[in-house]
């Protein structure tokens, strides 16, 4: 990790460069224009705008990296990054009240309580019929502390970091060791093969190219994977590490396509283990949390580069077809609301559900814990199985 101020790129700065203030001006002034229904726009007022837009980190970071996405992408829905650790501090004036807003129950008087997987026996198979979940995953983001995020990365940072993950990666065991696969030099089969399996990250969308989050690309990325594939770990995508448990029954029946049909028909209805995707999960960051120090804010929690995921960073999430309920959207929205779920189509936001497989999550991350976040989904997820059976 970052061991000095020279290394992690910390300067003596005084402001932004002018050709970085009349870019950002010029940018304002088109947000200001339009119609967009960002958080940035909500909050960044005039006044704000000009007490805020002359500071800059002590690792280099200006208003226009925390705002840039916002400003070139008008339909966002938050428009904001952070650059680098200092920047919730920092930029607090527009980064509280966004953060506030996006992560509804959070209030100006609550902080994050400390890291707590509860009883990790508590939580069980939410369809051992195998009737309904297809898949269950449980992720979370971590960054490394020490190292400035994506917009003021460097390169050589980029494969200092990505040394030290595949490092830690290596000491793995049991369930958890595995291989890990560099995106430089990789081969474009053995690259397409693992996005076609949904394990690989491809590179940024608009939204995460104009906040710079794809410098360098693919130097420094890469993707370790456990050798049953029910555990990975991206490095320097969106977040210096996104750590995946997963449960996928695809996965499962590709792995099995030797053995008889019964047992592949067994092996199928394995999807839905949410218990035993946590607790691989806690398992796995404890572990790595032993030789990678991460970065934590008193009253944010884990810091990550996009504010949505501030807190336990945790998305608990499972593929799930509910033919009755897709035909009758309306209930299968109102348990969601009741549970604080977010509904997406098969392939994820802004997409339709393919033979009535809907994407099911947590909304909340911040302010609770780590077990909370997982148990809500449980929760949920149980009282739409229920619902669907009973149509």
Not at 28 to 39: H, P, Q, T
Not at 62 to 88: M, W
Not at 92 to 112: A, N
Not at 166 to 172: C, G, N, P, R, V
Request: hydrophobic fraction near 35%.
């Amino acid at each position: 990790m970052c061991s000095t101020n020279a290394k992690c790129g910390i300067t003596k700065v005084l402001g932004p460069e002018p050709e970085v203030l009349k870019k950002l001006d010029s940018l304002y002034a088109k947000l200001v224009a339009s119609d967009s229904k960002s958080l940035l726009k909500k909050y960044l007022t005039k006044d704000l705008y000009e007490k805020l837009k002359n500071k800059k980190t002590g690792m280099g970071s200006t208003f226009l990296d925390v705002i840039q996405s916002g400003l070139e992408n008008l339909d966002s829905g938050i428009g904001i990054y952070a650059p680098d650790v200092e920047s919730y501090t920092l930029f607090k004036e527009l980064f509280d009240p966004v953060i506030e807003d996006y992560h509804v129950g959070f209030k100006k008087t609550d902080k994050q309580p400390a890291k707590e997987w509860g009883d990790l026996n508590a939580l069980g198979n939410l369809d051992p019929s195998g009737d309904y979940v297809i898949s269950t995953r449980v992720r979370t983001g971590r960054s490394v502390d020490g190292y400035p995020f994506n917009p003021r990365m460097t390169e050589a940072q980029y494969r200092e970091l990505e040394k030290n993950v595949s490092d830690t990666m290596s000491s793995l065991t049991g369930e958890l060791k595995g291989t890990y696969y560099p995106l430089t030099g990789m081969d474009k089969k053995v690259q397409q093969q693992l996005i076609d399996d949904h394990f690989l990250f491809k590179e940024g969308d608009r939204f995460l190219q104009s906040a710079n989050a794809c410098r360098f690309w693919p130097t420094g990325r890469g993707i370790f994977l456990n050798e049953k594939k029910t555990f990975l770990v991206w490095a320097n995508e969106e977040d210096h590490l996104r750590l995946i448990s997963m449960q996928l029954a695809n996965a499962l029946v590709v792995l099995s396509s030797t053995v008889e049909d019964g047992e592949i028909e067994a092996r199928i209805s394995m999807g839905g283990d949410l218990g035993e995707v946590y607790r691989r999960l806690a398992t796995a960051v404890d572990q790595i949390e032993k030789k990678v120090p991460f970065s934590r804010h008193d009253r944010f929690g884990f810091l990550t580069f996009c504010l949505s995921n501030l807190g336990t960073a945790i998305r608990a999430s499972v593929h799930i077809k509910v033919p009755k309920l897709s035909a009758q959207r309306a209930k299968l929205e109102e348990v969601a609301a009741r549970y604080e779920l977010q509904v997406r189509g098969t392939r994820g936001e802004h997409t339709d559900a393919e033979g009535g497989v809907y994407d099911i999550s947590n909304k909340r991350r911040l302010g609770i814990t780590e077990f909370q976040a997982v148990k809500i989904l449980s929760d949920g997820i149980t009282e739409i199985i229920k619902l669907e059976k009973s149509l």
